[in-house]
């Protein structure tokens, strides 16, 4: 034989010589979710070590994160169902805790970067992202609360804007909004492939956010398309995102690795909550080794193309690239 490929595997010097993709810290985003008050630390059951966060301990949680080498991070907000209404009218009033917090953490961190939310669901009585009249949900009339939403998100200090609604023409709006109140520097990056899944489940579950009624399949797309997410992408471009992403992550490496081939803008990819909470039964059952399994994720979803990646496995990444 004058081919042997397993010569370039025969030694860990020559394999790490020839890793074809790394993981960075650097590359990830964390998702942290805040509720109002002090003091609070709660449990959510299907995603164990991650916790709902008053913003008192959160600042401690960023500082520890900041401390592995995390600098990048996604906030989503839990509401109690009093403050929520069919126009989310909370999620741009003063009195936003969600919009505070982004302010302390920027004000007690400044070299961290901050990526918000901006969608309906957490803020409506609906549980859905866009309006809802008559049982459909409305996408033009949606876009103005979106924007209002980014302003105030922007005016609190937010580096980058997270609109994940899916509804037609949110970029273009978004950006003209930003644009016009002075926050030109204000990144968006848009969740543009955002499939209709099922491993959502854990995140509405911290959220309490899931649909009041119906599902989510008129925005969020079809898992049988790919092609779609480059329609998706091209108009997201146009409207001028900053990043184009892909959720979840894992179904979906075809899709990642489609839009890495075809557009030019960074690719970002979401390992959602039921990507996490999966490898964590496994391994709580001993069927499957934390460590390493999700590790093998990471590396997949940056191998099929992503530049950035927002995970729930940021910390115990960081934590084993310190040991
Ligand atoms: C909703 C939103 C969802 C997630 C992020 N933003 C859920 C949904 O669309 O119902 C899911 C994240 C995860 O599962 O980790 N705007």
């Not at 649909?211 to 008129?218: E, L, Q, R």
């Not at 790919?226 to 075809?254: N, S």
């Amino acid at each position: 034989m004058i081919q042997r490929p397993r010569r370039n595997r025969k030694s860990v010097a020559i394999r790490s010589m020839l890793s074809e993709t790394q993981v960075k810290v650097n590359d990830l985003i964390y998702p942290l979710f805040i509720v109002d008050g002090n003091n609070i630390k709660d449990v959510i059951p299907s995603m164990p070590n991650i916790f709902r966060w008053s913003i008192d301990l959160l600042l401690k949680e960023i500082e520890d994160c900041m401390n592995l080498g995390i600098t990048n991070f996604v906030l989503f907000p839990a509401l109690e169902d009093k403050l929520k209404d069919k126009t989310a009218t909370y999620s741009y009033s003063n009195e936003n805790f969600y919009l505070k917090a982004i302010s302390l953490i920027k004000k007690a961190f400044p070299e961290c970067c901050l990526m918000s939310d901006v969608a309906m669901d957490p803020y409506s009585s609906d549980g859905h992202d866009g309006l809802v009249k008559n049982g459909k949900i409305l996408n033009d009339e949606t876009l103005p609360i979106l924007a209002k939403m980014s302003i105030a998100q922007a005016d609190a200090g937010i580096d980058i804007i997270g609109p994940s609604d899916m509804m037609d023409g949110r970029i273009g709006h978004i950006r003209e909004a930003l644009d016009n109140n002075g926050h030109q520097e204000v990144s968006i990056m848009s969740y543009t492939a955002k499939y209709a899944s099922a491993f959502y489940g854990p995140f509405r579950d911290a959220l309490d956010s899931a649909p009041k009624s119906g599902d989510k399949k008129t925005y969020q797309m079809d898992p049988a398309n790919k092609r779609e997410a480059l329609i998706e992408a091209e108009l997201d471009t146009i409207e001028g995102a900053d990043f184009l992403m892909v959720k979840p992550a894992l179904c979906y490496l075809d899709v990642i690795h489609s839009l890495k081939s075809n557009m030019e803008l960074p690719i970002a990819a979401y390992n959602v909550s039921g990507e996490y909470a999966m490898i964590h039964a496994a391994s709580e059952k001993g069927w499957l080794d934390y460590n390493t399994t999700f590790n093998e994720s990471l590396l997949s979803i940056k191998r099929a193309g992503a530049d950035v990646i927002l995970t729930y496995f940021a910390k115990d990444f960081a934590k084993r690239k310190m040991i």
